[in-house]
T-cell receptor
Framework: AQSVTQPDIHITVSEGASLELRCNYS??????LFWYVQSPGQGLQLLLK??????LVQGIKGFEAEFKRSQSSFNLRKPSVHWSDAAEYFC???????????FGAGTTVTVRA | ETGVTQTPRHLVMGMTNKKSLKCEQH?????MYWYKQSAKKPLELMFVYNFKEQTENNSVPSRFSPECPNSSHLFLHLHTLQPEDSALYLCASSQEGGRAGELFFGEGSRLTVL
């Protein structure tokens, strides 16, 4: 079965600085990969997804992620964070013939002025 | 505005109470899910319904009882819960339940069991 690791529990970043959140997965074949964001008191919202093709994926809110098969990683990046980016971010992995997604434990992002 | 609506948003109940959580999706999706979110733990998949049929019960205790009367509505009936069941319960839907795809989540129901 597939699994996901988000090594960073909490990251603090200054407004305007760049952000990178790490995600590593364990799965034998090419997975389907997702990043979700959860603002306080809200449900999860999809930021971006990778199924196949170009390994650099663009998402909403200025986020992007890069699939690196050799490193089993799907790291999320944003060049310049805004205070509204303070939230919890979840990486998830799925496989083509199974609807179940495996989620990481999440990374909490704090943005300081 | 979310296409998946959950009620109530907050619920406090005693261990002997019976209550229900409701989820409604307005997206025309065929699959609906219940997830449990506890602090600093990965989301736990509880139940999956695909075209109103339950296709997944992830070893959930019987004190949680799901019901899916149609593809747009999903309930989670709660009875004789334990304090460790306190968590955020998230409902989600997807276009089809046969393959991995984008999940659309509701805002969750925050449950506190006293």
């Amino acid at each position: 079965a597939q699994s996901v690791t988000q090594p960073d529990i909490h990251i603090t970043v200054s407004e305007g600085a760049s952000l990178e959140l790490r995600c590593n997965y364990s799965y034998g074949a090419t997975p389907y990969l997702f990043w979700y964001v959860q603002s306080p008191g809200q449900g999860l919202q999809l930021l971006l997804k990778y199924f196949s093709g170009d390994t650099l994926v663009q998402g909403i809110k200025g986020f992007e992620a890069e699939f690196k098969r050799s490193q089993s990683s799907f790291n999320l990046r944003k060049p310049s964070v805004h205070w509204s980016d303070a939230a919890e971010y979840f990486c998830a992995v799925g496989v083509s013939n199974d609807y179940k997604l495996s989620f990481g434990a999440g990374t909490t992002v704090t943005v300081r002025a | 505005e979310t296409g998946v609506t959950q009620t109530p948003r907050h619920l406090v109940m005693g261990m002997t109470n019976k209550k229900s959580l409701k989820c409604e999706q307005h997206l025309g999706h065929n699959a609906m899910y219940w997830y449990k979110q506890s602090a600093k733990k990965p989301l736990e998949l509880m139940f999956v319904y695909n075209f109103k049929e339950q296709t997944e019960n992830n070893s959930v205790p019987s004190r949680f009882s799901p019901e899916c009367p149609n593809s747009s509505h999903l309930f989670l009936h709660l009875h004789t819960l334990q304090p460790e069941d306190s968590a955020l319960y998230l409902c989600a839907s997807s276009q089809e339940g046969g393959r991995a795809g984008e999940l659309f989540f509701g805002e969750g129901s925050r449950l506190t069991v006293l």
